[in-house]
C-alpha cells in the first residue's frame, strides 16, 4: 500500500534559518504529491502541491520538488518566520479515489 | 476554494453517549471525506460520504461506530457512537473541489469523559 515517511520532530529554528523538511513516499503508480500546514489550534491549510515528476510547488515561500528518481518531495523555505511555527505534514494521494495518505507531521518551532 | 464549516467546534462528551459532528460546504463538491486526528497523532481516513448511499468505510472502522449522512452535495454528519475516552480526537471532514487537492474544515474538538 502507500505510505509516507517524513522527518521526525520536533525541529527548532532561530528566525531566517534555512529550513528543510524531508519526505519520502512509497506508492504503488504515480501519485499527486501535497504539503499541508497546520497552525496551533486550526485545522489544516493546503500549503503546495506536485502533481508529476519534476513540478515545483510553491507557496508563501515554501518549495517542494517533485523527484520521481529519489520519491521524494522535501520541504524547503530559505528563510523561516515566528508565523511558520506550525505542524507540517506531508501526503500524496493516487487514483480517482482521491484519498490522502498522511505522513506522522513534523512540529515546526521558529524562536525569534 | 471551498468554504467549510464544522459543527460543533468542540464539545466534552461522557462515555457511552453519542455526538453527531456537521459539515457544511459553501458550494457543491465532487467528494467528502471525514478524517480522525489523534492527540498528537496524524490524520487518518475514517471514510469517504458519498452522496446518497452508503458511506465507504476505511479499514477499522465501521457504520455501526461512525454513521455517516451525505443527504447532498454541501452537507455531511459524522455520528460518534457509544464514545470512549479512546474516541477523544479531532474529527475534520474535508472536499473535493474538481481537483485533486483536499480542503479542510477547521475540525471539532472532541473530549471524552
Known amino acids: 500500500g502507500n505510505s509516507v515517511t517524513q522527518m521526525e520532530g520536533p525541529v527548532t529554528l532561530s528566525e531566517e534559518a534555512f529550513l528543510t523538511i524531508n519526505c519520502t513516499y512509497t506508492a504503488t503508480g504515480y501519485p499527486s504529491l501535497f504539503w499541508y500546514v497546520q497552525y496551533p489550534g486550526e485545522g489544516l491549510q493546503l500549503l503546495l502541491k506536485?502533481?508529476?515528476?519534476?513540478d515545483k510547488g510553491s507557496n508563501k515561500g515554501f518549495e517542494a520538488t517533485y523527484r520521481k528518481e529519489t520519491t521524494s518531495f522535501h520541504l524547503e523555505k530559505g528563510s523561516v518566520q515566528v508565523s511558520d511555527s506550525a505542524v507540517y505534514f506531508c501526503a500524496l494521494s493516487e487514483g480517482s479515489n482521491y484519498k490522502l495518505t498522511f505522513g506522522k507531521g513534523t512540529l515546526l518551532t521558529v524562536n525569534p | 476554494s471551498a468554504v467549510i464549516s464544522q459543527k460543533p467546534s468542540r464539545d466534552i462528551c461522557q462515555r457511552g453517549t453519542s455526538l453527531t459532528i456537521q459539515c457544511q460546504v459553501d458550494s457543491q463538491v465532487t467528494m467528502m471525506f471525514w478524517y480522525r486526528q489523534q492527540p498528537g497523532q496524524s490524520l487518518t481516513l475514517i471514510a469517504t460520504a458519498n452522496q446518497g448511499s452508503e458511506a465507504t468505510y476505511e479499514s477499522g472502522f465501521v457504520i455501526d461506530k461512525f454513521p455517516i449522512s451525505r443527504p447532498n452535495l454541501t452537507f455531511s454528519t459524522l455520528t460518534v457512537s457509544n464514545m470512549s475516552p479512546e474516541d477523544s480526537s479531532i474529527y475534520l471532514c474535508?472536499?473535493?473541489?474538481?481537483?485533486?487537492?483536499?480542503?479542510f474544515g477547521p475540525g471539532t474538538r472532541l473530549t471524552v469523559l
Open positions: 474535508s472536499v473535493t473541489a474538481g481537483g485533486n487537492e483536499q480542503f
Open positions: 506536485a502533481t508529476k515528476a519534476d
